[in-house]
């Protein structure tokens, strides 16, 4: 898988403690590396770092992305291979009560990893995330490319694209002869199991029908690129991998470190109502409408073009959106009925082990180059 690229490498992952960086941290252990984690303690309780047991199988740093000589010093200690920044304030509605914190977090954050990437004397690979909301949203109908301006209306959007021009900025500025070799990555809406924040749709589900009250839907026509999180994870672990072949030539290093898309197909674009929809066909339970017309903004159409990464990396999705959602319910489904925690953690981590050998196993079946049949079980 993905040209064995991380096999007995130093990974340094921001975000292991949230739901995608301790998705991608327990793929990293599946694939051979030695992950060092860096973030702040769970965002939330539950939690699927904690539900699964992560810190027992990585080297956990709890620190502060705002703080630059933490970051600083934690990159300049670890001497990793390869880098993943995920960490950030990512939630659309919080960014509007805290839009400072988010900004600090969600930039100067950004920029304390690419300063201390700077630093570093050695061959190295970074892979930073940002986000489909990073660009200037007209509400188009077809999808946003990489080259589209970026922009934002809210305050969590407007950070994470003056997060990728910050990036562009450092890459041109410090590393064109530089060992590091840096790109961005923006993703879709991710759905997964062991997603608890707050004001998401899927954990919003859950915990309604936990409860056995009606789902509320905010903005039930609103559509979204939905994906599962294997996806776009399969996608940043792809362009690491081939980022760091030595042999790359000068004009293939320029193609590669640059911002790639990674999205879900067309059919994967769907309202917030077919997403509740489909939910709860695994489920029991309804939804209603809780449109408010005095609600913060948020997007009504959000789509992503990745013709870029299809062409260049031979990326594509994998699951289809009735096979994400399953996916995604089955982890919940596990997660509740497992009473005792030493069963609950030995039950998910299982499963998330399973989870990404059956979409290994998927991608190889549908002869994606980073899933190699020779590996599949």
Wanted: charged letters at 20%.
């Amino acid at each position: 898988m993905f040209d064995n690229a991380f096999k007995a490498k130093t990974v340094w992952c921001s975000g292991t403690t949230g739901f995608k960086g301790a998705w991608l941290a327990h793929w990293l252990v599946e694939l051979g590396a030695r992950v060092h984690g860096f973030a702040l303690p769970p965002p939330t309780t539950p939690s699927v770092f904690e539900q699964t047991g992560l810190a027992g199988r990585i080297t956990q740093e709890h620190a502060d992305l705002r703080d630059a000589r933490a970051v600083q010093d934690s990159l300049a200690a670890v001497q990793p291979d390869v880098v993943f920044h995920l960490a950030a304030q990512s939630l659309v509605r919080t960014a509007f009560d805290e839009p400072l914190s988010t900004y600090a977090t969600n930039v100067m954050g950004t920029a304390h990893v690419l300063e201390g990437l700077r630093r570093l004397e050695k061959p190295c690979v970074a892979v930073l995330i940002t986000t489909d909301k990073c660009y200037e949203n007209r509400e188009w109908c077809h999808g946003y490319r990489e080259e589209d301006p970026l922009g934002g209306f809210d305050p969590y959007s407007s950070s994470k694209a003056c997060a990728e021009i910050a990036i562009a900025s450092w890459r041109r500025s410090f590393f064109g002869q530089h060992p590091v070799r840096i790109a961005s990555a923006r993703a879709g809406n991710v759905i997964g199991g062991g997603d608890w924040a707050k004001d998401r749709l899927v954990p919003d589900c859950i915990r309604a029908l936990q409860a056995r009250q009606p789902v509320p839907v905010r903005h039930p026509a609103s559509t979204r690129p939905w994906q599962h999180v294997l996806e776009p994870l399969s996608g940043y672990l792809w362009l690491a991998a081939v980022l760091s072949r030595p042999a790359l030539r000068p004009y293939e290093r320029s193609l590669f470190a640059s911002a790639f898309n990674f999205g879900p197909s067309l059919e994967s674009n769907r309202t917030a109502a077919e997403l509740v929809t489909e939910v709860l066909k695994h489920w029991r339970g309804r939804w209603e409408d809780k449109s408010d017309p005095n609600a913060v903004h948020e997007a009504t159409l959000l789509h992503l073009a990745c013709d870029k990464a299809f062409h260049l990396l031979g990326w594509k999705p994998v699951w289809t959106f009735e096979r994400a959602v399953a996916a995604t319910m089955a982890w919940y489904r596990q997660a509740t009925a497992a009473k005792r925690p030493a069963a609950r953690r030995e039950t998910l981590r299982a499963l998330i082990s399973r989870q990404i050998r059956d979409y290994q196993r998927d991608a190889a079946q549908a002869g994606l180059p980073w899933a190699s049949p020779a590996h599949v079980p």
